[in-house]
């Protein structure tokens, strides 16, 4: 019988340039960039002020990981939260399947009966929901 070696880990990414894995270093490698043309195309002053958050930005895309995601995915999250519409609508109706028809009706719950409850009616539920006497709840009204 043949044995086969089983590939371990892998769902690590390789090593490819020293510690670092190529997405790691295309980051850097993309941040290294933008820095150089930042640093072309400003003065001294303004290039410091822009360095900083941009050196942190594509060091955080690089290496820092939120639950084991990369830091990218939450940035799309994020875009796609901001630009996405944000209107929620409860609708209370229930859809109940009618066996004979298999069709969807739609069903509008009762409102809210006035009746008020009294202390001994709460204290009555109380004590039938502590002794599992929950079957009775349904046939008393």
């Known amino acids: ?32 960039a933008t820095l150089f043309v930042i640093w072309a195309f400003t003065d001294i002053a303004l ?7 941009t050196a942190a930005l594509f060091a955080a895309l690089a290496f820092y990981k ?7 995915f939450f940035i799309f999250t994020l875009i796609i ?3 996405k519409p944000k209107f929620f609508l409860w609708d209370r ?3 109940v399947k009618d066996i004979k028809t ?5 069903v509008i719950p009762k409102k809210a009966s ?3 409850l009294t202390e001994s009616k709460i204290t009555r539920l109380a ?7 929950i079957e009775s709840l349904s046939t008393e009204e």
């Open 47 to 53: 290039f410091i002020i822009l360095a900083v958050p």
């Open 93 to 95: 109706r229930i859809e």
């Open 102 to 106: 298999e069709k969807p009706k739609k």
């Open 1 to 32: 019988m043949e044995q086969y070696q089983v590939p371990q880990f892998i769902e690590v990414e390789d090593k490819i340039i020293g510690p670092l894995t190529l997405k790691q270093f295309l980051w850097l490698l993309g941040g290294a």
């Open 127 to 133: 004590t039938i929901l502590d002794r599992g006497e």
């Open 114 to 116: 006035s009746k008020k």
């Open 81 to 83: 939260y901001i630009f």
């Open 66 to 72: 939120i639950n084991g995601r990369p830091f990218i």
